[in-house]
């Protein structure tokens, strides 16, 4: 998400560090850079002419010009303007209900239904409570199918009464989940093409006899400005709580979400970031600004950490830092990264990527797989004594796996020289090879 902003902003950034002094000429372009970048991002451009006017006026300030460090003061003035256009702090949920309601709305195709499912599992993962889905969507064909196959994978029930009226659905859906102790109420309704009386009659209806905590848009962050129309479509007659901006994995320009906090006063909660069902995140203003700059997102990269890595991986993490660890350490430290999601996406969370020549990183799942099934096909003694893998051993490792002896010898080298690599770090005695 947001790589082409992101790559022009970091320049930016890197050239602006490399001033000694800052004048009004050099200000104008690199505001003019940052203009250019943000417009090719699909911001709108009353947003954009905004930020740059806040941007220069603070840029030329008695701050910047005083500092011994003017790049610097500059970066941090970008970085602050870029958080408060994304809504400065990140707005959380309200879940004071008992059961709390949540109501997602928006348009056909915007990723609605799945979304909800997203939306249910995390927060059973978060707060560790009960989530009910109901089907209020009885227009759009296989849409009742659809959630309940969702709720199926996530072990979530769903509550349906197949094409009946919506808001009697939601209104007995409500009773259900107070006699059998549901904490949150996920209502999914109907979508249009486009937003008609019939749709937003509907939704006032449902809005009017349930009074949810959250009424949340769902709007697929590829339609770019015309986003910013549909949600001005919908708070008009509903009273939104907040965004979910979709498909921000896809190929979008990412403008939409620079765009939607200024003109709309709308915040965005979370944003999808993958297919899967894991795949939504909470939007953290300040994360995202730092992500565009090219900073980097270490708090995300934890709290991705924490969610899938238990006390059987950590022991095993506490070996590898010591540089003591074997192939079955080795084998779970793989399957806990693998939990974390595509590793080319965290590569580049870490500060720096860019530099390092990591942003570009493409790491085939399939050679993760491979390693995988060399160490699976060795016996627990082979994984905990590698050393003593002598020829015959490794031609059985190679046929069990489907792999060739050589990979097998491959990959035993690689972990003889990770272990070399990880004792020298502890040692303090770590030298680049160039």
């Keep these: 998400m947001f790589e082409n902003l992101s790559s022009r902003l970091e320049n930016v950034v890197n050239k602006i560090k490399g001033y000694g002094k800052i004048t009004e000429e050099n200000i104008s372009d690199i ?45 941090k003035i970008l970085k602050d303007e870029l958080i408060e256009l994304l809504g400065g702090e990140k707005k959380e949920l309200n879940l004071k209900g008992s059961p709390a309601l949540l109501m997602l709305v928006g348009l056909q195709g915007s990723g609605k239904t799945t979304t909800i499912g997203k939306l249910a599992l995390h927060l059973r993962k978060k707060h560790n409570k009960k989530p009910l889905l109901v089907a209020c969507d009885v227009y759009r064909p296989a849409a009742i199918d659809q959630l309940k196959q969702i709720g199926k994978e996530l072990s979530i029930e769903v509550y349906e009464e197949g094409n009946s009226n919506p808001v009697n659905i939601a209104k007995n859906a409500c009773c259900y989940a107070e006699e059998h102790n549901f904490d949150y109420v996920l209502i999914d309704t109907a979508g249009r093409l486009h937003i008609d009386d019939n749709l937003m009659d509907e939704l006032n ?30 708070n008009e007659k509903l009273p939104l709580t907040g965004a979910i901006l979709t498909k921000l994995d896809g190929d979008t320009k990412g403008g939409v979400a620079l765009s939607i906090r200024h003109l709309t006063n709308l915040p965005i ?69 693998k939990k974390m999601g595509p590793l080319e996406n965290l590569i580049k969370l870490i500060p720096g990527a860019k530099k390092m020549g990591l942003n570009n990183v493409k790491i085939d799942p ?21 050393e003593n893998l002598k020829a015959t051993r490794k031609v059985r490792i190679a046929k069990g796996s489907g792999r060739t002896v050589e990979e097998v010898n491959r990959l035993l080298k690689q972990f003889e020289q990770m272990k070399l690599m990880m004792k020298q770090f502890k040692n303090g005695n770590f030298k680049l090879p160039f």
């Design 31 to 75: 505001t003019r850079e940052i203009r250019l970048a943000l417009l090719e991002a699909d911001v709108n451009y009353t947003v954009v002419k905004e930020f740059i006017k806040k941007v220069k006026e603070k840029a030329l300030g008695s701050e910047v010009s005083k500092s011994l460090k003017p790049g610097e003061v500059f970066v």
């Design 205 to 234: 209806a449902l809005n009017q006899e349930l009074k949810p905590q959250e009424i949340i848009l769902v709007i697929d962050s590829m339609m770019g400005q015309d986003a910013i129309n549909v949600i001005n479509g919908f």
């Design 269 to 337: 909660k979370f944003i999808g970031v993958s297919e899967k069902m894991d795949g939504l995140e909470p939007f953290y203003p300040e994360r995202m600004a730092t992500r565009i700059l090219g900073m980097g997102d270490i708090m995300s990269m934890i709290e991705k950490a924490e969610a899938v890595i238990d006390e059987e991986a950590l022991s095993s993490a506490k070996k590898f830092s010591k540089g003591q660890f074997d192939l079955e350490d080795f084998l779970k430290q793989l399957k806990q990264i």
């Design 366 to 386: 399939k050679q993760m797989a491979h390693i995988e099934a060399i160490i699976l096909s060795m016996t627990p003694y082979e994984r905990r004594h590698p």
